[in-house]
């Protein structure tokens, strides 16, 4: 069992002015080593194994700008993301256990950028990946 770090790069310039995450999310993990895969793009896949724990977190690229994850859609026989606070904070990132082992799961992050009220939905999923062929 390990902890793996999924991170989510937001550019909200880019998002502002397309009105899309298309593009505009870079997505990378700490398990390349064991290989996840399609680091720094938004359909990253990201190696798992049953009782890893996975900590979803965003990141805008420009400091002075918001983004925030506000739900994960993925099958609850997997994994079943919950929202939590950073102590001390209103901060917060998302943290799930993988259920079981799998081959491909897709999953869909919704992100709100800036002050907009529209939550934005990851244009094509990332996945977590196994080990499983068949």
Known sequence: MKTIS??????IVGVFASGTLSKNIYMIDNNKA?????????VLKTMVEEGDILVWIVQALEPEAYASITGIEIEKEYCEPKQKP?????????????????KAVPY?????????DKELLTPNPPYLIGRLTN
């Open 6 to 11: 999924i991170i989510t790069v937001v550019d």
């Open 34 to 42: 064991n290989g996840s895969t399609d680091e720094g793009t938004g």
């Open 86 to 102: 950073y102590e001390g904070t209103d901060i917060t990132f998302w943290v799930g256990r993988v259920k079981k082992n799998l």
């Open 108 to 116: 869909n992050l919704k992100i709100k950028v800036g002050n907009r």
